[in-house]
């Protein structure tokens, strides 16, 4: 409701001269024109430019407000005397808004809490999906911003444009009012009708910036096109001079092949020793005490979002929410997505069906292509709220403590960090052999080489989930390439290129390890491909990708993501070489392995492959996990399936390249638990 | 607080090491040699002066790191006589002191008693013979240091490094010395002392096997190596030459294992006596820790370390002189010092009279029980050792050869000493190379020269090409004329060379 009654009018008007905001004159025209036309006072005074909203409210505020928002739920019956105690209470340590911990809780619904709202500002409270808005009134180019800051422009009345808000703050008036550039009025609406009706409205304009934003604005970054012209006229180029050089010296040509790939792989394994060694340093661990973690001032902390892209995962969304509600962060700072897609009913309704408290958003990401999760999430952006934003699966079980880590990890290191990466590791360690592998795979990378490629200035391939961002940056990096499907990866390069920082961080993520040999197929075969994608993309420009790095930088690179593609497809070649020669003892090999070339191939064979394993046995002994260091010795055959899945990569590179293979969770028989502590791993589901 | 790294202290470690450079050069200007460095220069310049350089060439009768680290000299111009062993001696004993040094930091001691410890230390025979004689036994002395310092980090960091800096020093050990294996596996029940109860506790193999997998590989890598060139994964410990058998086959030229050889006790109990001789310093510091439980269980384990290992490498035959092993005493004490805190005069009064009664039992020792390597050293040290090289068969025949150079063939096994007097093997066909294999199947051998040692001798009747041509030392071969004949060696040449 405005403002009625002539006792009112006077004092608003008052008030406003008093404020030197206005004049007696246009106060006596307001007044005139009010006779005339009839409407409240400050409907008049704003239409008619006197004064802009910001400053009228400044004015203002304490005029229009009714009771205290607790006071008023409790007055209506929505919430208990005891819980605006605690409400309060809590309010002090987490130093959020009261309706912000109201909301967080559960304890009142977000509708509820609008009307309550408006009564207090004594505006009305509107129901968007029944009183739809003017689309006229929208601006395309801003629906990032109504999204975002959660207003819209509503309708125009009187000749006053009628904002249509979830909150009243000054800075979000002061927002509002540089975004709409003309004079205003709010009425109050609640959150997920602005959202719900965005996505309605303006769901083709989201789409299209999460597809194309990244391939328009820095189209050198896109996967969108697999090979560029260069690139494949280097490739024919390439291939036709080999042909022509096998043909002539046939021997030499192979013995120089040999001796090219026999270097690789002994870089290759050098890089990954210091990276062994490196990534082993106490700090790593320590980079982060649980003692700062309890130092932290909960009221110094930032809105966090947390993006939530899942797909037909209706069985793991009880298991995430759940996880998420017991962050160690105040609920009233989280800011959800459940990011689904809009033809999932079946998540979609688990969704609905949970209840889930007003932290929680449905995002309906609608159906185009590419169908990707990195397209999700650059939908989601548009929603997004935080000062910081990370991800996680359906089925992670982060611990509890991780954002706040993540945010002390930000604040102890360079200010030109933009992301910092969590440990992922598994909580059914035991499941079966392909998940005890899978976990030291995971516990050698996210324990070990991530930690010293930081040290080491390498560019960070960043894990699929519980990595941490600077919204600004990510925003300003155009988000995820939706066309890469290993959009983390490429992110991770692409950050270190545009000259930004990607740290790491001593908390763990437990999620689902594969534990099904197909699944671990498509999975990997899906993460290889990105990998090919992402170096593809990266060294279209190779010299400028040299200079942006350096020269650690580019080697490392060269080594640590062209070396995991490279050593995926070449050892079936030379294991079937090994083995044809240890059954046959046949002698065909023998010239294109001179001496020098068979030592390097005989250390590789020995000592690096030795060692290689000895690192997956590190990866168990560092984490704990003391009964997986024996099945260590059986990695090997680890390495055959990586190959297998590293050529289906190759193929679907080619063939179809921008195919999200999903990976299905929700396989294991054991509970989701982030309590995998002290070689305690996760147990199976009574 | 630590201290700054003082320029001092440098100072004394380059004194000492031009002190350990001197007297090298003053035990062999007093015609001391060590058989086992020319031995392993000889193999050197062998493999690298052969046709076709290979590693097989260095053959795989012991271990490849001492050979690889005299590699580089060879292609130093000036050291064909055969000095690179000990210049390698003495630089790695300088190495292991400035790694001690750099490791010494932690411990706040004043340059005074950085100097005097560090000469104490030098001159404790065990090290100034590992220094001074162009052995290897320096380069373990380093990879012992580095074990202890392994050992002593897992004790009170038990972090992922320490473990790995064990495995992995492991790993090289075997690589540089055949008693490695005793190494380790004395120091296998020791683990339990090294280790954190907890980790003892809930999984002892886990344990073993991040220790032990890089020694494995390590051994399997070796054996595989071995079944590749050599056609027998345990071809390094059953060829009868091969030094990973250590004095197996040779007792009755070692006093130590006739005495003791087989036995795992007795020659612990000996061994101790030895130590108490040459080691004091050892006891003092394990009572001196005894408050200390983190210092008092690296202590202990230094203390029983190379007695297990004393009493398993005897046991199986492979030990030939206590001082094999003891002498890595003087690098674990060197890696102790590093550990422990010296606050109080008194504490570091006892521990230098402590090294000094170690030094003097030391040199007791060495005199009384040497084996008759050590005496020459001893007696080189003393300037009383005076080898005629007229008198040597080797060192003229060697020389002949430098002189007369043409195609030769000759059975390099037991002529190391040929080689290395000929200071490089350029126009040699020695044993591993095409050429001599695809000669020694010649009824008469088309090679300018054959050199050949008297089949009367133990060497002889070895010696591949007596066997191959049995009346060759006596009666000539046709088309052959006797061009050289001295000490028992014979050269053949060619007639129409």
């Known amino acids: 409701m405005t403002q009625t009654g002539g006792a009112a009018k006077l004092r608003i008007g008052e008030l406003l001269v008093s404020r030197g905001l206005i004049s007696n004159e246009q106060l006596e025209q307001a007044l005139a024109r009010q006779q005339r036309e009839g409407g409240p006072l400050g409907h008049i005074i704003l239409s008619s430019h ?8 400044d004015a203002l505020t304490d005029h229009f407000r009714r009771g205290r928002i607790g006071d008023l739920l409790v007055e209506k019956g929505m919430l208990s005397e005891e819980k605006l105690t605690e409400a309060i209470y809590i309010q002090g340590e987490w130093g959020s808004r009261l309706g912000d911990i109201i909301l967080a809780k559960g304890w009142v619904s977000p509708y509820a809490m609008g009307q309550t709202l408006a009564d207090h500002f004594d505006k009305p409270h509107v129901d968007l999906m029944q009183n739809r808005p003017d689309i006229r ?4 180019s801003k629906l990032s911003v109504y999204s975002e800051k959660l207003f819209m422009p509503w309708r125009r009345e009187g000749g006053l444009l009628k904002v249509a808000v979830v909150d009243v703050t000054p800075e979000l008036l002061k927002l509002v009012d540089e975004t709409v550039g003309e004079p205003f009025d709010f009425i109050v609406t609640s959150k997920f009708d602005i959202i719900w009706l965005l996505q309605e409205i303006g769901g083709s304009y989201y789409s299209e910036k999460a597809v194309h934003e990244l391939a328009n604005a820095l189209p050198q970054y896109s996967a969108s096109e697999v090979f560029t012209s260069k690139q494949l006229l280097f490739l024919f180029v390439w291939m036709t001079l080999s042909v022509i050089v096998l043909a002539i010296w046939p021997i030499p040509s192979l013995v120089i092949l040999n001796l090219s790939i026999s270097l690789f792989l002994f870089l290759n394994f050098g890089l990954r020793m210091v990276l062994g060694w490196v990534g082993g340093e106490k700090h790593f661990d320590q980079f982060v005490t649980d003692e700062e973690v309890l130092a932290l001032d909960d009221r110094d902390l930032p809105v966090y979002t947390v993006l939530l892209p899942m797909f037909h995962e209706a069985a793991t969304l009880p298991n995430i929410a759940q996880a998420l509600r017991t962050l160690d962060y105040p609920l009233s700072k989280l800011d959800i997505k459940l990011i689904l897609e809009q033809e999932d009913d079946e998540t979609i309704n688990a969704a609905k069906e949970l209840g889930l408290e007003g932290i929680f958003e449905i995002i309906r990401v609608p159906e185009s292509l590419p169908q990707t999760k990195p397209k999700a999430c650059n939908y989601a952006l548009h929603f997004s709220r935080g000062e910081l934003a990370t991800i996680y699966d359906g089925e992670d079980a982060p611990e509890p403590d991780q954002l706040k880590k993540a945010v002390i990890a930000f604040r102890k290191s360079p200010a030109n960090t933009a992301v910092i990466q969590g440990r992922l590791n598994y909580f059914n360690v035991a499941e079966n052999w392909l998940t005890r592998m899978f976990t030291m795979e995971y516990s050698l990378w996210f324990d070990f080489y991530l930690p010293a490629l930081d040290a080491l200035h390498i560019p960070i391939p960043l894990g699929g989930t519980s990595n941490h961002f600077k919204m600004d940056i990510l925003r300003e990096m155009g988000g995820w390439d939706p066309y890469n499907v290993t959009e983390d990866c490429d992110l991770g390069v692409r950050l270190t290129q545009a000259g930004h920082r990607v740290g790491v961080m001593n908390s763990t993520t437990f999620e689902e390890a594969n534990n099904s040999i197909p699944n671990w197929i498509r999975q990997r075969s899906r993460w290889l491909k990105g990998y090919m994608q992402s170096y593809l993309v990266h060294m279209r420009t190779p010299i400028k990708l040299y200079g942006e790095l350096g020269h650690v930088g580019f080697w490392g690179f060269q080594f640590f993501i062209g070396g995991t593609i490279v050593s995926a497809l070449l050892t079936p070649v030379l294991f079937l070489m090994y083995i044809l020669w240890l059954v046959t003892s046949t002698m065909v090999f023998d010239p294109y392995f001179p001496s020098f070339v068979l030592y390097i191939t005989l250390f590789n064979l020995l000592v690096a492959n030795g060692m290689l394993v000895y690192l997956f046995m590190l990866s168990g002994f560092k984490r704990r996990y003391f009964g997986l ?20 990569g ?10 999200w293979e999903k990976t299905h969770h929700g396989l294991t028989t054991f509970e989701v638990t982030h309590d995998v502590t002290a070689g305690q791993p996760g147990k199976p589901k009574v | 607080m630590i201290r700054p790294h003082s320029v001092a202290n440098t100072f004394v470690l380059v004194s000492v090491t031009l002190l350990m450079v001197g007297i090298t050069i003053w035990l062999l200007s007093n015609g001391f040699q060590f058989e086992g460095a020319t031995q392993r220069w000889a193999t050197v310049v062998g493999a690298l002066g052969s046709s076709d350089v290979l590693l097989e060439n260095l053959n795989f009768l012991q271990p490849h790191l001492p050979l690889y680290v005299l ?25 292991l002191l400035f790694m001690w040094d750099r490791d010494l930091r932690e411990v706040d001691i004043s340059t005074f008693r950085h100097a005097l410890l560090a000469i104490l230390i030098v001159i404790h025979p065990a090290f100034l013979w590992a220094a001074t004689s162009g052995g290897y036994l320096v380069l373990s002395m380093i990879t012992f240091y580095m074990l202890y310092r392994s050992a002593q980090h897992i004790i009170t960091e038990h972090d992922i490094h320490s473990y790995i800096s064990l495995a992995v020093v492991f790993l090289f050990f075997f690589f540089i010395d055949g008693s490695a294996i005793f190494i380790f596996v004395a120091l296998l029940p020791l683990l339990v002392v090294i280790a954190p109860l907890r980790t003892i506790m809930v999984s002892p193999a886990s344990l073993y096997l991040i220790v032990g997998t890089p020694f494995a590989f390590a051994v399997a890598t070796w054996g595989y190596m071995n079944w590749i060139f050599e056609g027998d994964f345990l071809y390094f410990i059953t060829n009868a030459d091969s030094a990973f058998m250590g004095g197996m086959l040779h007792i009755q030229e070692y006093p130590w294992l006739q005495q003791y050889g087989g036995q795992f006790f007795m020659p612990m109990i000996a061994a101790t006596g030895y130590m108490l001789i040459a080691y004091p310093v050892s006891i003092y510091l394990l009572l001196d820790t005894m408050n200390n439980s983190y210092r008092f269980r690296a202590s202990f384990v230094l203390l029983l370390h190379p007695l297990i290992v004393i009493g398993i490498a005897t046991s199986q035959y492979y030990l030939k002189h206590p001082f094999e092993i003891l002498g890595l005493i003087s690098a674990g004490v060197m890696a102790e010092l590093t550990f422990i805190k010296m606050q109080t005069k008194r504490e570091f009064v006892l521990l230098v009279v402590f090294l000094i009664v170690s030094s003097a039992g030391g040199w007791w020792l060495f005199a009384q029980s040497g084996n008759p390597q050590m005496q020459q050293w001893m007696q080189a040290l003393q300037g009383d050792l005076h080898l005629n090289a007229e ?9 002949w050869l430098k002189h007369n150079r043409q195609p030769t063939m000759l059975y390099d096994r037991d002529a190391f000493r040929v080689i290395a007097a000929r200071g490089d093997a350029k126009d040699l066909q020695l044993s591993f190379s095409r050429d001599f294999k695809m000669h020694v199947r010649e009824r008469i051998p088309n090679v300018a020269q054959i050199a050949v040692p008297d089949p009367g001798t133990i060497r002889g009747r070895r010696d591949r090409l007596n066997i191959r041509y049995p009346h060759l030392y006596e009666h000539g071969m046709k088309g052959f004329r006797l061009v050289y004949d001295h000490l028992g060696w014979r050269v053949y040449r060619q007639n129409h060379v």
């Open chain 1, 50 to 57: 006197m004064v802009g909203t910001l400053d009228f409210y």
């Open chain 1, 137 to 140: 009134l929208l601006d395309r």
């Open chain 1, 629 to 648: 260091i024996p099945w260590a010795l059986t990695v090997p055959f680890y390495w055959v399936l990586q190959s297998w899945a590293g050529y289906k």
């Open chain 1, 650 to 659: 190759l193929w679907q590179l080619i063939h179809n390249p921008f195919y």
């Open chain 2, 71 to 95: 590699i580089p000299f060879y292609y130093i111009p000036g050291l064909d006589t055969g000095a690179a062993p000990y210049l390698v001696s003495v630089l790695s004993a300088a190495i």
């Open chain 2, 391 to 399: 008198e040597d068969a080797d060192l003229a025949v060697g020389l």
